[in-house]
Each structure stands twice: as structure tokens, then as C-alpha cells.
């Protein structure tokens, strides 16, 4: 039999300021010991749940706090309907200020990892470190997953298609979302999918479910297309924090093959492959990615605050050569 896995952490509203009618998020937060403070960030349609045995594994070293995303998990919808990739970054930025007194270990998984990335580059004073699991970072040759995602957004199809998924029993959407998320279904423990399958029923009754969710797709895919200044990829190379990219072989909606560009592209950046694992290998091999977080975390802790390590060695691999891919 399979062992009980953890409970999930408990959670609670912070108010992220604004005044009357501002914006709350929930998050879910380790008991509160060591001095060093990582947030977590998760994925489209994810919640702080996903984050929950990477958490346990951490507990030792940092105090985690795992956000759900405005109109995710338990929060509440922006007051101004903004789902964009800044928007996320500003209500996590906003986040840390009010759980850390110091530069955070940040953590992104797919379009967590796209709102670290953003929050990494505009408020390096924020992050000590950081941690990225399957990065959705533009790619102009999208998985077959990404391509359905980018159709979704097309004005009135994404709404069309939302309320056709909600005729479906919550089992079956949610098998075929964790289908195209792990690299081996069979490693879901029943209970964590029990949990997952309640969880998905809450959201249905939910008004600005759909939405939400529209409208981060919406968010992610208009990265796809950004120039300048502010494209992603432009700002992963201005990135300050040691940074960790972790991507499973058998993705099915982040081509691993991204990591090549990362490692051209952040200044600082060790790169992992998990051969065994797929899009979310913090919740499929929660122990492979805490060991590579354990090293990049006591690696970053020892520098002062936003002090770059001048040995590669010290904070990865640097920069495997090449300009700034950066369109």
C-alpha cells in the first residue's frame, strides 16, 4: 500500500493592500522556524496544493508560503479582472513583502514560472534565489497542450469550450489534465487525487472560475507575442538571482528542449533534466527537485543580497555561452 501522503498546509487570506475592495490571495504556509523565506508559485489551473510535498521536503531550511494565484485555489478574482502575467507578479511581489523581511527563495512552475521570471527581472530585491520547473517561456514551436491552451483564448471559443468541459464528470477532465501533466499516472496517490477531484468540484460552482482561468491563459499566450523591453526571455538575461531550471524529459506541454535556450539565456543558471519525470515534477519527484533546490538554496543563502556569485560554480552553471535569446 502506498503511504499516506502529507496533509495539505493550512492557509489563510493576506491582504495584499489597496484599500476597500482590494485584492486578497490565499496562501498556504510551513510552520514558521527557519530565518530563510521561499513563496511558490503554480501553474495554470494548478493552486498552492501542487506544492505541498516540495514544501515538506523544504520545511527544514525555509519557511514556505504557496500562493493561490488571483481567481486560483481560495482567492478571490482581481477586483480589475487583470490576469496577465504582470498582474500575477505584482500580486506576488505585493506577497512577499508582507510574509519576508528579506529576499525570498522563489519557486515557478509553467506559468509560475513565467510570473517569476517577470517578478525576478522588475524586483530583483525581492529574490534571492531562483527556482523554475517547466518554465512556460515562449516558444514558438509549441507542444501539442500549449497549442490547445493558445485556441482556448480565442474570444467567445474559450468560453464556449469552458462550459462544454463543466458537462463532463470532474474524474475525466481531471484525468486527462494529470494524464498530459505527469510522465506516469500511476505515480498520483489515490488520496492526493481524491483531493484533486473535490477540489475541482468546488471550483465548478464557483462564478469567475472560468474566467480566471480564460483569463490566464489569455495572460500567458500574449507573452508568446510581447517585444521589447518586457519579452520574457529579454528579461530572463537580466535576471540577478542564482537560478535553477528543472524540466522533466517527458513533458508533454514545456518541450524540455527549452532548457537549452535557458542556459544561453539567464546569467547565472544550472540546468536539471529529470529523465523520469514530466510538466509538474515537483509534485511527481517532490525528492529529485528538493535535492537540487537544497543546493542552489544553501548556495544562495551564504551571499549577501542580490550579490551575484563570481564562480560558476557557486551558482550553476552560468551562462552556456551565446547572446541574449531575446527576440
Known amino acids: 500500500m502506498a503511504v499516506q501522503p502529507i496533509p495539505h498546509w493550512p492557509g489563510e487570506p493576506i491582504d495584499l493592500g489597496g484599500g476597500p475592495g482590494g485584492q486578497s490571495v490565499y496562501v498556504r504556509s510551513t510552520p514558521r522556524g527557519p530565518e530563510e523565506v521561499a513563496v511558490y508559485v503554480h501553474g495554470l489551473a494548478g493552486s498552492a496544493t501542487n506544492w505541498t510535498d516540495l514544501m515538506g521536503e523544504l520545511s527544514d531550511l525555509v519557511t514556505g508560503h504557496a500562493v493561490d494565484l488571483p481567481g486560483a485555489g481560495h482567492s478571490p478574482a482581481p477586483p480589475d479582472g487583470d490576469y496577465s ?17 528579506r529576499p525570498v527563495h522563489l519557486f515557478g512552475n509553467s506559468l509560475g514560472g513565467a510570473v ?3 517578478l525576478a527581472a522588475t524586483r530583483p530585491e525581492l529574490v534571492r534565489s531562483l527556482t523554475l520547473v517547466s518554465p512556460a517561456l515562449p516558444d514558438l514551436l509549441p507542444r ?48 492526493r487525487l481524491r483531493e484533486a477531484i473535490e477540489e475541482l468540484r468546488r471550483r465548478d460552482g464557483l462564478p469567475y472560475a472560468a474566467v480566471a482561468l480564460i483569463g490566464s491563459a489569455r495572460g500567458i499566450v500574449a507573452e508568446y507575442f510581447r517585444r521589447g ?19 522533466g524529459r517527458h513533458d508533454r506541454l ?8 535557458a542556459g544561453r539565456t539567464f546569467p547565472h543558471v544550472r540546468l536539471v533534466l529529470l529523465p523520469d519525470a514530466g510538466h509538474v515534477a ?10 537540487e533546490a537544497r543546493r542552489l538554496i544553501g548556495e544562495a543563502a551564504v551571499s549577501p543580497a542580490g550579490e551575484r556569485p563570481s564562480d560558476p560554480a557557486a551558482g550553476g552553471a552560468g551562462r552556456a ?5 531575446g527576440e
Open 282 to 291: 515537483q509534485m511527481e519527484m517532490p525528492g529529485a527537485v528538493a535535492r
Open 144 to 191: 501539442y497542450g500549449p497549442a490547445r491552451v493558445a485556441l482556448s483564448t480565442v474570444p467567445g471559443l474559450g468560453e464556449w469550450a469552458a462550459g462544454r468541459l463543466r458537462t463532463l464528470p470532474a474524474e475525466r477532465r481531471l484525468n486527462v489534465t494529470l494524464g498530459l501533466c505527469y510522465a506516469d499516472f500511476e505515480r498520483i496517490h489515490p488520496e
Open 321 to 325: 555561452g551565446g547572446p541574449p535569446a
Open 254 to 261: 514545456v518541450n524540455p528542449r527549452m532548457a537549452a535556450r
Open 85 to 101: 502575467v504582470g498582474a500575477h507578479a505584482r500580486a506576488v511581489a505585493a506577497l512577499i513583502e508582507r510574509v519576508a523581511d
Open 116 to 118: 517569476s521570471v517577470r
Open 229 to 247: 523591453a518586457e519579452n520574457l526571455w529579454r528579461q530572463a538575461a537580466t535576471v540577478t538571482a542564482p537560478t535553477l531550471v528543472i524540466h
